[in-house]
């Protein structure tokens, strides 16, 4: 039984670039949440996607924007990168909208 | 708002002692789920142990137990035991009613052989 998968696992971007980062969510799971995480700091909320919809949304500007397939795995896009925009990111899946939240390995961005 | 304090950067523990990591919340939220993670220097969130707002009786898992005092609410993660593979960062978090999770900074523990 796969876990919650994130490609790839490392990235580097210079600023003003945009980046899309993956998850495909454990087996059975239709609902994925992202975080961002920055060094030294307990994750923070990105948004939510349920049934191919975001479903709830944290403090993060426009630039980050994100979708969600059939298939129940997602993407993360960040436009016009900065230099704070530097940290890991953790793709968590559930069920049904709630749940326990399983977490993927995380994709760690640097941007220079 | 809603909100998770660990008030402990770090913490150290002789190995097969036992050790409290401090967790209190607000909410105003009368339903809640509170979580540990272990999050070694690989990165990824591991889930440790998980206590509901309505559950009468303290979360067990192996050699965690949460101390859950509502009234106070702290959500404090005992690990019994330590093991030198304890050594990482531990986050409490609260989940709100549609699914979001918010964290607290951390606490680092360390154990010591």
């Known amino acids: 039984d796969a876990g919650v998968t994130q490609s790839p696992t490392h990235l580097i971007k210079t600023r003003g670039q945009q980046v899309t980062l993956r998850c495909s969510p454990k087996?059975?799971?239709?609902?994925v949440s992202w975080y961002q995480q920055a060094l030294g700091q307990g994750p923070q909320f990105i948004f939510q996607?349920?049934?191919?919809?975001e479903r709830q949304r944290g403090n993060f500007p426009d630039r980050f924007s994100g979708h969600q397939f059939p298939n129940y795995s997602s993407e993360l896009n960040v436009n016009a990168l900065l230099l704070g925009d530097s940290a890991l990111y953790l793709c968590?899946?559930?069920w049904g909208g709630g749940g326990e939240q399983f977490f993927g390995p995380g994709t760690r961005l640097t941007v220079l | 708002a809603q909100k998770i304090t660990q008030t402990q950067p770090g913490m150290f523990v002789q190995e097969k002692e036992a050790v409290t990591l401090d967790c209190t919340y607000d909410t105003s939220d009368p339903s809640y789920g509170l979580f540990w993670y272990k999050q070694p220097s690989s990165g990824e969130m591991i889930f440790l142990i998980y206590?509901?707002?309505?559950?009468?009786q303290n979360a067990t898992e192996g050699r965690y137990s949460l101390n859950f005092q509502k009234a106070r609410k702290s959500a404090n993660l005992v690990i019994s035991a330590s093991q030198l593979g304890d050594s990482a960062m531990y986050f409490c978090?609260?989940?709100?009613?549609?699914?979001?999770?918010?964290f607290g900074q951390g606490t680092e523990l360390s154990v010591k052989p």
């Open positions: 968590a899946s559930s």
């Open positions: 087996s059975g799971h239709d609902t």
């Open positions: 978090a609260m989940r709100e009613v549609r699914g979001k999770l918010i």
């Open positions: 206590q509901g707002s309505y559950d009468q």
């Open positions: 996607y349920y049934e191919e919809e």
